[in-house]
């Protein structure tokens, strides 16, 4: 009896070791870490057949190919600090000849720790004759037509092109480099002495089209009429009618305190009515029934009286 305890207590320790071993197998610290490298083009396009350099302060380390996917992996990198430094594609440049700043190909002081997984992404432009696609709007984003888009870099000016229905003027073989747009808001918007409006640093490749969007400002304001009784009261509920010379442009009825309000209304003269409604007459007369004659600025709003008569 006692001879089977002690069998059973020497695999029961015999198993607790062999139990702490492997998990001191399991916890023992990855000594490797991998670095993967993307190439790809300002569209995304990936980028096959570029060179990638991985090197510490003292030497290279590795040197790969980007796969068909514009892929290159460096797997069981040593833990160190590490730079990564790629080959310029064939009829591709750095996206900083482009747009200015620290060339875009090289990722220094990369640390690469134990088990670590790093993913660095590479763009790059192609070069080529590109387009620009600027789109002129106003504040509610009604496009502009007839306005013209002048193109230009830091030579002068390369083209002028006026705005289509849709507000786009495309300009098209457009060298590789970067540009800017310009356009000045033509007096017809109501906004005197309004500044011209400009996008700089547009980058053009073979590739992305650029895209600009120019927001100028049209000549709004704000017209708010309120319907009153014969004591001065609100009336409540009552449609009112804004107009102008080319007919009807919107209705809205009145709130608590008597007033709607017709808001982003194009500058220029306008005109309010109010209609009749249950327990009350409304008399088409100037000043009573109707007001015309109003004179909306830039920003301005005007506050019109409108009379009913309550039954």
């Given amino acids: 009896m006692m001879r089977v305890r002690g ?38 396009a990936a980028l096959p057949g570029v060179r990638v350099e991985l090197y510490t302060s003292f030497r290279p380390m590795g040197y790969a190919i980007t796969d068909a996917a514009g892929h290159a ?10 730079g990564v430094v790629m080959g310029l594609p064939p009829e591709y440049a750095l996206v900083s000849e482009l747009l200015g700043g620290p060339p875009g190909n090289r990722v220094d002081g990369l640390n690469v720790d134990a088990g670590s997984d790093t993913t660095l992404r590479f ?12 789109t002129v709007v106003d504040q509610l984003d009604v ?3 007839g306005v013209t888009v002048t193109l230009y870099r830091s030579s002068g000016v390369l083209a002028n092109i006026a705005t289509d229905l849709a507000g786009l ?35 053009v490749d073979a590739d ?41 442009m919107a209705t809205e009825s009145t709130g608590a305190d008597g007033r709607t309000s017709f808001t982003d209304v194009p500058c220029g003269n306008w005109g309010v009515y109010a209609s009749g409604i249950a327990g009350y007459t409304v008399d088409f007369v100037r000043n009573v029934g109707f007001v015309d004659g109003l004179g909306l600025t830039n920003a301005a709003t005007l506050t019109p009286t409108l009379r009913a008569t309550r039954q």
């Fill in 169 to 203: 003027a495309r300009f098209t073989d457009v060298p590789f480099g970067q540009y800017g747009v310009l356009v000045v808001p033509p007096s017809s918007l109501g906004v005197p002495g309004a500044p011209a409006v400009v996008r700089d640093g547009l980058a």
């Fill in 208 to 248: 992305v089209p650029a895209t600009p969007r120019l927001v100028v400002q049209r000549c709004l304001g704000t017209i708010r009429p309120q319907v009153l009784d014969q004591d001065n009261l609100p009336v409540v509920g009552m449609p009112v009618t804004l107009y102008h010379g080319g007919g009807e």
């Fill in 143 to 145: 496009p502009i037509a």
């Fill in 7 to 44: 069998l059973a207590l020497g695999v029961l320790l015999l198993g607790g070791l062999g139990s702490l071993g492997c998990e001191q197998l399991l916890t023992r610290p990855i000594l490797y870490g991998t670095v993967r490298v993307e190439a790809v083009s300002r569209s995304g």
């Fill in 73 to 82: 992996v460096f797997s069981r990198v040593p833990r160190a600090q590490y």
């Fill in 123 to 134: 763009v790059f432009a192609r070069r080529g004759n590109g387009i620009v696609e600027a």
